[in-house]
């Protein structure tokens, strides 16, 4: 039998396991009152409209759509999957409120952190069918920079940062709504990559163009020409654009137009050279 230790040991281990508990427990209390009250410069999230939230990832920018339940646009690079799950809890919302994920077009800036987000989120993930089969491949990401030789320096780089193949539930095709803040209308706007969507509510009147436009010292511009597959096609899209009603324009690494945004597009797309008249003049 092991000897019995003395009373006034046992109530300081007691009380020392008391201490520890209550300091853990206040740690808690404020790590809670710090995400609910965290001041502008150090929140996670920017509501854009009411129910639209931008999130700071890693490397770009997703969305939250906060109703009972919760959509996530996007899961930026690597790594973002911890920091959106943060930025869910700072609107109020917890883990088992995401029920959709929509994706925007497959890069690993967009899908990097969606393996891990997967694991903790019991949501269905949504992505336009030609960027589907990328994101769910056993193989890596395609590599997304158009020239060759920048793609081949930094192939080692994106072999070891490569998140692995997620999981596609749901195939998005041109014009489908999602149940989602009074209805989410895809628009198909590809050119960027082959599967890129623009995601319009029009009941909000917002448009989330990702990466398919660049908003750049206050002018739109085509999309990157360093990892855009077709910038005739990004054009074309950005005309597609241009036909639809909203007020505020949403990018994936950009700052957001907040009003007046469907003139300014219309106006960008009107300067935008039409691929017939570029093949004529050679
Ligand atoms: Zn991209
Ligand atoms: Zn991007």
Request: with cysteine; charged share 25%.
């Amino acid at each position: 039998m092991l000897p019995r230790m003395p009373r006034a040991i046992d109530d300081t281990r007691a009380e020392f396991r008391a201490r520890q508990a209550r300091l853990r427990a206040r740690r808690a209390e404020i790590s809670a009152q710090w995400e609910e009250r965290r001041p502008a410069p150090f929140r996670l999230t920017r509501q854009i409209v009411p129910g639209l939230y931008q999130v700071r990832t890693r490397g770009s920018r997703a969305y939250l759509v906060v109703e009972d339940t919760v959509t996530v646009i996007d899961a930026g690079n690597p790594g973002s999957g911890e920091r959106i799950l943060a930025a869910v809890r700072e609107v109020g919302k917890t883990a088992d409120d995401v029920r959709d994920i929509v994706i925007t077009h497959a890069h690993i800036d967009h899908v990097g952190g969606l393996p891990e987000l997967q694991k903790h989120v019991p949501a269905r993930t949504a992505v336009h069918l030609a960027d589907a089969p990328q994101v769910a491949s056993e193989q890596p990401l395609p590599n997304p920079f158009m020239n060759p030789v920048l793609a081949r320096l930094l192939d080692p780089y994106l072999l070891w940062t490569d998140p692995g193949p997620a999981r596609v539930d749901v195939l998005l095709n041109d014009s489908d709504e999602l149940p989602v803040l009074g209805g989410l209308r895809v628009v198909h706007a590809p050119g960027h990559t082959d599967g890129s969507i623009a995601l319009h509510f029009p009941s909000r009147g917002v448009l989330i163009v990702g990466d398919a436009m660049q908003h750049k010292l206050g002018r739109l511009m085509l999309p990157s020409r360093l990892f855009s597959k077709d910038l005739d096609e990004a054009a074309s899209s950005i005309r597609k654009l241009a036909t639809l009603d909203f007020e505020t324009l949403c990018f994936s690494h950009f700052r957001p137009v907040l009003c007046g945004a469907d003139r300014r597009v219309r106006e960008f797309a009107s300067t935008l050279d039409r691929p017939a008249q570029r093949a004529a003049t050679g």
